[in-house]
């Protein structure tokens, strides 16, 4: 005992208390019950043995009395015997198993003396011949005509009494067990709940599956559920254990849920779209800038990406990219993906350069991402570099033609040609004139592009500023018999660079003058609008209309590109034009922060905006 550790001794002593907290009562319950069952048990055999008594009073035949003991002793299930005053056994209910003769003498027997004596005899004691511990109850019996005097004596087995005492005990023990049980169930039960409800947290909205941005998608919810640990209380290492897991739980959702929201914030603040392959090559999620490029694709998740996107090439390079095998390097290493890329023009305006990644892991089902860099402005741009480039070339090499060969010519025309020579070389003059126009334009469209040239906004009554040009282009209105009718309130004031807003009115009255049929007129109005501006400010808006075949729809868009002409659509003549004047007026407007823009034919029709002061 010396040797054993406290957590022994102390299971040792929690063990005697519990025994003898258990045992004690249960034996004094036991005892208890045994006694009040021996005192029934011989009150029911005394009135059993009285009865009996009376019984055997009424049927004085002799010849039938071990009979009627016999049968009565069955109906009752206890011994009956029929005692002399000598103590021998006159008839006994189980004679049939015994003979009578092989009885014992029942004169020593305590019951028997004690009812010899004229009171009950009461004794309890084991049986030989039924091998049982039996309670003994004798009573005083009268002769009654032929049958002699003696005792009734009934034998009651003890074995009811020890069932009645099992009894209550399996009642008492039940009764513990389901005080104990109800006990751990609860204990159980709050901790099936407790799992359960962790097991049910987060709350998350199942829509990370539905696609798109997720602009109300709810933020996980924690389930704050735990097991209360009190002293003594069964499985508490396992509440302990359970309590630590939810708390481990509770910090991986956490940061699960911190990853997600980088992820969709990520997504989210992203100018490129995403489009996510999942299973079987359907979509699996799509980020917002991807339905802002292709609002079709709002509901795209689960479908084929040709069925929301009809771009074939797509398509099709998506399925020969999954199609594809992992290759291996030289040195033996997997490649970690597959790169393909694209370009892809959906509409006629939109251009897309779109980078296809196959993952070498199918990573949480992801099979492969296409992601659309939007190069619609940048092939724009190459476009009209190109076109540029080729519209100086063509531009410049009308002018320089006809110089080299009006030069060659007036090298070999005689000097008594002088007439000739003075053609020439007013021919010669006009072209260079022109080019050097076009250098010049050229020179300050890029100042204007690059900001170089500053502006010095000042209020300007509009009406002078039209007056002003309208003098200046008074001999091409002449020259094509034009009238021009202007419709400028003299009150309009604007606040612009006098000089470069004047030039917008020039280039915009030269333009229509270029194309106007003979003997029509061109009008100029100008009107305030009232919080036409983005931030609110007043707007003065000007109009320049001509009566001329107007710009096609399609060419809209183009008209204010760099030698961009649409002759062939108009049927003027572009003498004297370098094709920058349209050019030059849009960035002049920008820069005042307005707009320019035209309307689509009959008559040509150009709008555009300025501060007004």
Known sequence: MHNTTFKTRIFLCFLAVILVTMVLPGVYVRQDIKQDGIEETIRSAQREAALIAQILGANQST??????????????GFRIT????????????????????????????????EALHGTTGVSIRHSNTLDADLVYVALPFAA???????????????KRVEERIALAESQWFGILAFALSARLERSLKEMIRVVEGIAAAPAVSEEVEAGVSHPEQAPVVLNRRRLHIVPGREFRRLARAVNDMADRIEDDLRTIAEHKAQL???????????????????????????????????????????????????????????????SCSLEGAVQDRLVSTLEVEPTHDTVFSVHLIRPRCAVNGVLAVAVFHDVSETARLLRVRREFVANVSHELRT??????????????????????????????????????????????LSRLESGAVPLSPVPLRASVVVAEVANACQPLFVARKL??????????????????????????????????????????????????????????????????????????T????????????????????TGLGLAICKHIVERHNGRIWADAGPCGVFHFTVPSC
């Open 144 to 158: 009654v005509g032929e049958r002699p005097a003696g005792l009734i004596r009934v034998a009651v087995p003890l």
């Open 82 to 113: 029929y005692i002399g005053l000598d103590g021998t056994v006159l008839a006994d209910s189980d004679s049939g198993q015994h003979k009578l003769s092989e009885l014992d003498n029942h004169a020593d027997r305590q019951e028997v003396i």
């Open 483 to 556: 009238s021009l009718v202007v419709a400028v309130d003299t009150t309009v004031m604007i606040r612009a660079d006098s000089h470069f807003i004047a030039q917008v009115f020039r280039n915009l009255l030269e333009n229509a003058c270029r194309y106007a049929p003979e003997g029509t007129a061109i009008t100029v109005t100008g009107k305030t609008h009232p919080g036409a501006h983005d931030e609110g400010e007043a707007l003065v808006v000007f109009t320049v209309k001509d009566e001329g075949p107007g710009i096609p729809s399609s060419a809209l």
């Open 264 to 326: 969709e914030t990520i997504l989210d603040s992203m100018d490129e779209g995403v489009l996510v392959i999942g299973a079987a090559g359907r979509i699996r999620l799509v980020n917002p800038a991807l339905v802002r490029f292709f609002p079709q694709t709002v509901h795209a998740v689960g479908r084929l990406p040709v069925e929301v996107l009809p771009i074939a090439e797509l398509q099709q390079a998506l399925d020969e990219l999954l199609a594809r095998p992992l």
């Open 399 to 444: 002018p320089l033609t006809a110089i080299t060969g009006y030069a060659e010519t007036l090298r070999d025309t005689p000097p008594e040609d002088a007439a000739t020579c003075v053609r020439f070389a007013e021919i010669i003059l006009r072209h260079a004139r022109l080019m050097g126009s076009m250098v010049e334009d050229l020179l300050n």
């Open 558 to 577: 183009r008209v204010f590109e760099r030698f961009y002409r649409v002759e062939k659509h108009r049927g003027g003549a572009g003498g004297g034009s």
């Open 63 to 76: 010849d039938n009395v071990t009979a009627v003991l016999t049968d009565l002793g069955t109906r009752l």
